[in-house]
């Protein structure tokens, strides 16, 4: 079978978002499939699937917080996913957590999905059992960022969402997940400190972070530049220099920072 790929496709989003659940997304569920992954499943974590070839086999990868920076200096900015939850087909809210250095601000805010569009890799499609479309689900978010009750900055921007879709349902794509580039619940916007004005760069996502390449030096995986160690990305590059392992399969790498959201409230 050729590697075919069909032009993107423009979606009825309003029909197309009544099959679809951002919220299990955007939150990190404990575990995802590891290897050429050809789904994850929010409603049911036993049915998960990992291929190798055309075949299916259960392994498991613990899926990390996303990765993000604020700041011309790619100061390392952190963000947890407590809820988020549908209000309509194309909207959402949430609420969450944030930590830059010793910063820790509680979130609330709302997605707004924009468009969706699609498009068929006919090799992929034909290696898996109903597995019809990939695609983009475009949108826009605006939040606002709390300390001890009192509102200090706002954060908006625009992000993405790589889907698949299978038995007409769709889900989380990470069925190249350990490809060189891989990346998905990609933000771009901007922090506002509301006291003093600033506005500053903020960008986090999933295994990669977008526009990052003065801080990204990496290739199989996210890797930082040694020069921004002083930012906040000491621990990460020492885990993998110290253990050798790669973005992918480690689990200690945030050892330190596990559960951060939950330390200081």
């Not at 960008?203 to 020069?227: A, M, Q």
Request: with cysteine; glycine share 6%; hydrophobic share 35%.
């Amino acid at each position: 079978m050729s590697w075919v790929k069909v032009g993107f496709a423009q979606l009825p989003t309003k029909e197309f978002l009544g099959r679809y659940d951002l919220s299990a997304t955007v939150i990190n569920p404990d575990t995802v499939p590891a290897d050429n992954v050809c789904s994850w499943w929010p409603e049911d974590s036993k049915k998960r699937w990992v291929s190798h070839g055309n075949k299916l086999k259960d392994e498991w990868l613990e899926r990390p917080e996303p990765l993000g920076f604020r700041g011309k200096n790619y100061q390392r900015f952190y963000i947890h996913f407590d809820t988020v939850y549908k209000v309509s087909p194309a909207v959402y809210k949430l609420e969450a957590r944030s930590r830059c250095k010793d910063e820790y601000c509680s979130i609330i805010g709302s997605i707004v999905i924009d468009s969706v569009k699609s498009y068929v890799d006919t090799m992929t499609c034909s290696s898996f059992d109903n597995l019809t479309e990939e695609g983009f689900i475009y949108a826009h978010y605006d939040m606002d960022a709390y300390m001890e009750n009192k509102q200090v900055a706002r954060l908006f921007g625009r992000s993405s969402y790589w889907y698949l879709v299978h038995n007409d349902s769709a889900y989380y794509n990470a069925l190249w997940v350990i490809a060189d580039g891989y990346e998905n619940n990609q933000y771009t916007g901007k922090w506002v400190n509301l006291a003093s004005g600033d506005t500053l760069t903020c960008n986090w996502g999933d295994y990669r972070i977008p526009e990052s390449l003065g801080l990204d030096s990496g290739t199989g995986c996210f890797y930082p530049d040694i020069e921004f160690n002083d930012y906040g990305w000491k621990l990460y590059r020492d885990y993998i220099e110290s253990t050798g392992q790669d973005f992918f399969y480690y689990k200690e790498l945030f050892i330190n920072d596990a559960n951060w959201w939950k330390k200081k409230k």
